[in-house]
T-cell receptor, first 115, second 109 residues
């Protein structure tokens, strides 16, 4: 099992540019979560999906952030336009019913730096 | 919403025991979780409690008291590889996890 896959692992961009982060969940997992981690705010849930449908996006900071899940094996988190305060590590995680959805499996994260 | 408190840092000696406390205030409760995160890596699941009491898993144990809004993670026979951040998280009525700021544990030889 390859685990949750995220790309890119590192992204450096300039303020105002569009950033797209990608995630492939573990095959068969029906829940997918996007998190952001910073020193100041810790690990925060941005949005999560169940069976490709967004369930709760109350953690999305503002309209500059959007997330999609076009199929069970792929999700994107887009920031347009990006700002320096968006600099963080973005994690994708997935889970399934096998353990009662009690364990979330995290990807390696994407470290985003906005200059 | 959730309010989750845990100490910022703890230091212990190799072979010793360390207890990381977590208190929470929540509008709904559907489980308390502990995750381990090594520097520069992703969080990994350690334990889950939904009923009061102690859950033991090898060198790690987790305790929950729902009436007190309190949990602890007990790390026994500390090893150098246990140096990491330990995150307490609470799940409310659905599948959302809210994480505490994390406790950085440093194990010294």
């Amino acid at each position: 099992d390859a685990g949750v896959i995220q790309s890119p692992r590192h992204e450096v961009t300039e303020m105002g540019q569009e950033v797209t982060l990608r995630c492939k969940p573990i095959s068969g997992h029906d829940y997918l979560f996007w998190y952001r981690q910073t020193m100041m705010r810790g690990l925060e849930l941005l949005i999560y999906f169940n069976n490709n449908v967004p369930i709760d996006d109350s953690g999305m900071p503002e309209d500059r952030f959007s997330a999609k899940m076009p199929n069970a094996s792929f999700s994107t988190l887009k920031i347009q336009p990006s700002e320096p305060r968006d600099s963080a590590v973005y994690f994708c995680a997935s889970s399934d019913a096998l353990a009662g959805y009690n364990e979330q499996f995290f990807g390696p994260g994407t470290r985003l730096t906005v200059l | 919403g959730q309010n989750i408190d845990q100490p910022t840092e703890m230091t212990a000696t190799e072979g010793a025991i360390v207890q990381i406390n977590c208190t929470y205030q929540t509008s709904g409760f559907n489980g308390l979780f502990w995750y381990q995160q090594h520097a520069g890596e992703a969080p990994t699941f350690l334990s889950y409690n939904v009923l009061d009491g102690l859950e033991e898993k090898g060198r790690f144990s987790s305790f929950l008291s729902r009436s007190k809004g309190y949990s602890y993670l007990l790390l026994k026979e500390l090893q150098m590889k246990d140096s990491a951040s330990y995150l307490c998280a609470v799940r409310d009525g659905d599948y959302k996890l809210s994480f505490g700021a994390g406790t950085t544990v440093t194990v010294r030889a």
